[in-house]
């Protein structure tokens, strides 16, 4: 059974048909939604000559200062899924913003550590992106504080499917 839109979604990406139902229509505006997030974050640290991954693993390597983090840690913390952490880590590298180095307990371990290059990059990035403080405040405190709990538990039972 189909389901007329209770939103804006639809003639938004005009589509002709209603939804099958209001689950899909939920899910299609989160995911519409969150491309409009992403391309405003993207034209904030454009200038910056970075995307939005490489800001997300200097977000955690400045966090894991002094120690660094291996590979597998960076994969597990980031945001987006990203299918070859060790080649954007390479490409980091030749840019001068992260360094990484053998453990010297074991050789087969590699701990990524975030450069001064790269420290200061990300302190000149964190003004600008105070700039997306608000985007969501239509929603205002109660409801943000709502849609995260409700998000958390998708999250959850997706992750237990």
Do not use: W
Request: overall charge positive.
């Amino acid at each position: 059974m189909t389901k007329k839109c209770t939103s804006s979604i639809g003639k938004e990406i005009q589509q002709t048909k209603d939804f099958a139902s209001i689950e899909e229509e939920l899910l299609v505006s989160l995911l519409r939604t969150t491309d409009v997030l992403h391309e405003r974050f993207e034209q904030l640290i454009r200038p910056f000559n970075i995307s939005m991954t490489q800001y997300n693993v200097l977000r955690i390597l400045r966090g894991a200062e002094p120690g660094g983090r291996t590979c597998g840690e960076i994969g597990e913390r980031m945001i987006a899924r990203e299918p070859d952490v060790t080649r954007l880590l390479e490409r980091m590298e030749k840019a001068g913003i992260i360094q990484r180095t053998r453990d010297s307990s074991d050789r087969r371990v590699v701990v990524t550590r975030i450069t001064s290059a790269g420290l200061k990059l990300i302190e000149e990035l964190d003004p600008r992106l105070r700039e997306l403080d608000g985007l969501l405040s239509p929603m205002g405190g109660r409801k943000i504080a709502n849609t995260l709990k409700l998000l958390d538990q998708v999250r959850e039972h997706v992750r237990s499917k």
